[in-house]
């Protein structure tokens, strides 16, 4: 570098230190010259001979600003004795500026500026950036995006759900699995799949009390999400943070400063109780902002026509201010019909609209099934009485689902949504899945005691215990003596005993513990949340941990036990969905044994009575029984009678519910059952996205990308086992490339079974935070969009330049159009030399990986200033080329959005004509989005995101 290159107020950038931004010569003294860099407020004296930096001369046409941030366009360039005079304008008028005047920030979005400008990197960076610009293309369009990263099997029936509803626009369902389906993992899968792919950014889930710590463990170790609880003590903490001041002053002041704990992060996990029970909780839940919810064991929110729970009330508010909604119970009609009709409104107001509509249409539903079984089963012409029904549902919109695309599917689809279950219930059963473990009942007759006589039927009958003192019960009730033989014959079996009442579990489990020596822990609702984490913990312990575990009804609801194998039922509950709710304790996923269910029950009292009603009636103990309530219902004055000790009705209860369910059974399986199940999976379609999902996985995919990121980012990688590697932050560690890595590092697996079988290990999946956090760094920041390398190839003579350059589509919107659904992030590839011939077919990128070479960086800063003019003729090249290839790119767009959009505007017109309440403004709502994604779609450019300038050697 000659010394007369250097003038006083050059302006000059350092690319050893780019954050320093537009340095300016001050002194120039001997062999030494020194900048000053206003944006970083600092001085650097460098040695002329090697200084690391580049003249900075804007170009015709390009923007700069002044000091005072003013804007303007370059139109043209002096030089008066070194230093530049910019002929440019505002717009209106042309001015004179000096460099001297230039903004001391700068910022080099276009590849060609930072390679002028000494910032160019390495092959490697450049190969590392079309590498992610690829793979992050290749993933948005896969079916497997957002499901790839779950620590989780791959079970059809969840892949299916997830997949169907989290592409969904804000989604508004019900998850309602038979109990231990894993439903959790759906939520969470659908969550995960959301917020990975942006259409999500806040969540809150809502749950019993006691499912807290099971839904925070479960989020982060199976989905890598962190949520943080709201409860009481973090309320505290916040009232002893903010000080005596600060209460003086919003005392005397007035307003709500006060720090809403809902909105100081972005996943927040609550309990239903508390939000009932806390004013202050449920006034700032309200006051933030939700794109979805999670409401788990949802029966509990019912609701009448003349009342609605406090449960349901808050929910409901809730609904109405978060944009997606998932609703979770097994036992959907737990609660009865009304209030499952009232949670499929939160949901989908505009289709679930009237509770006697609602009832009216399970009429239909075993029609229109057989309609749709033809449907699908007969490829020849729908017959004529066919379409007259068909016409009948679904009037003038028949010919347009007709006329489209798969017409049969659509026909299908509009059916189930507009006149049948909806397309908001997703309801799974063990007999669709199949490979459950078997269920084994096993009956205790017990007899009755002197002291439950006179309390032996009704209601009290099965739970006499209640009022009697504990110490006699405790003494006398053959049910616990049994008990406690039972568990010793059983040792070291683990064993849940599960009875209706929180004071009886305390007891029995007292007794166990202190008098019979039996290692037992209490589960249920009065225990605060550390001490049933606690409890739950001691007993999953197979060491050291508990034999027993004695549970409340309320208290273990959702909660997983399934390595234990052996149930007691201490008691039976009135109504048959909690008993599934019981069993579903260890009849779960998971579940390898077969299940042995203990009943002890006293001979001649109404326990006798549920018994054979639940057994004989309902087979409620053998197989799940998703008819109990509505038998249940239809029997229920000869259930209370023979509850009542009415010997006679006995026999007739079995039988009559005996039938009535399996009435119920052929009845719902010809209707309502086999609509949902068409709406909850579709093996061939879960099978496909599973084979996707697999394929996506490829370990050595996601690990070859990560190590080619990890040599380039500084991370130290030490091969541990089969499968698993240690990373740690090298000397080179770039941490703003990589975060979340320790300074005493991680370990992790790149395969899943392992990742199942380790939870000790991080899981990197292409969904890892890590490496979606290295993608979206690469991407976001300069990394490797500008390089030099030489080329050596004999067909070329040297000196030959080649300019290898990436674009990728840019589309300027508001998030909210979701516009990433339906445009590629390209890299559209091109190659060309100065004379504008296009090479890419002919030298393939990985060709030309092999074939390149880096230039050392002196060399490099000594040939780009000669080569300038010839990479602005390639960048005119490449920018010309690329042009035709927009059009189709926005044209494919548009057809997607067409999809998307039209099929929903038709829904809601459609559902219009049936339900009043629809607005127009609705549907024009639709109408302005559709309208304004087209427009944001016809103005999408494509950007220059890279380039390798080739010299041949
Ligand atoms: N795909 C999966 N891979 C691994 N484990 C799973 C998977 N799905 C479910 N499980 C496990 O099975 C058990 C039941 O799942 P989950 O709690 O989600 O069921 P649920 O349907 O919500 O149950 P409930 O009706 O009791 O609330 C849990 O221990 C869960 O971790």
New binding site residues.
Partial sequence: MDTSEFVIGQRWVSHSDTGLGLGIVTDISGRRVTLGFPAADEERTYAIDNAPLSRIVYQIGEEIETYDGQRYIVRAVDNLGGVLMYHADDGTDLHEISEVKLAGSVNFSAPHQRLFAGQFDRNGAFRLRFATLQHMNRLRASAAQGLIGAR??H?PH?IYIAHEVARRHAPRVMLA?E???????EAGLILHYQLHTGRAKRALIVVPDSLTHQWLV?MLRRFNLRFSIVDQSRYDALQDEQSDVDALVSHIFGGDDSVNPFESDQLVLCSLDFLVNSDQARKDALRSDWDLMIV??AHHLAWSPEHASAEYQIVEELSGISRGLLL?T?TPEQVGVASHFARLRLLDPARFHDLETFREEEQQYESINSVVRRLQDDDSEISADDRKLLQAWLGNELDQLLAGYDPRQSVIDALLDRHGTGRVLFRNTRAAIQGFPERRPTPVPLPCPEMYQGQAYGMPGLTPERRVLEEQWLAEDPRVDWLEKELASLRPAKVVVICARAETAMALEHYLQLRAGIRSAAFHEHLSLLERDRAAAYFADTEQGAQALICSEIGSE?R?F?FAHHLVLFDLPANPDLLEQRI?RLD???QTDTIDIHIPYLQGTSQEIQFRWFHEGLNAFTESCAVGVAVQEAVHSQWQKALEGDAGVTDELVVASAQESQRLKTLLQNGRDALIELNSCRPEVANELIAAIEEEEGEAQVRDYMMEAFDILGVEVEDHADHSDILRPGEQYQAGHVAGLPEDGITVTWDRQNALEREDLQFMSWEHPMVTGVMDSVTSSGLGKAALASLSVKALPAGTLLMEALFTVHCPAPDALELTRYLPVSPLRLLVDVNGKELSGALPHDRLNDLCSNIRRRTAQAIVPQIRPQVETMVDHVERLSGPHLAPLKAQALDQLAATFEPEIRRLEALKKVNPSIRNEEIDYLRNQFEAARQAIGHASLALEGIRVIVTA
């Fill in positions: 989780t099997q079970l969840q699995d109990v231990g389906l894993g439903k959790t993992i479960e788990d064991e979770l097994a959702g997983n399934q579903g779960r996923i998971g």
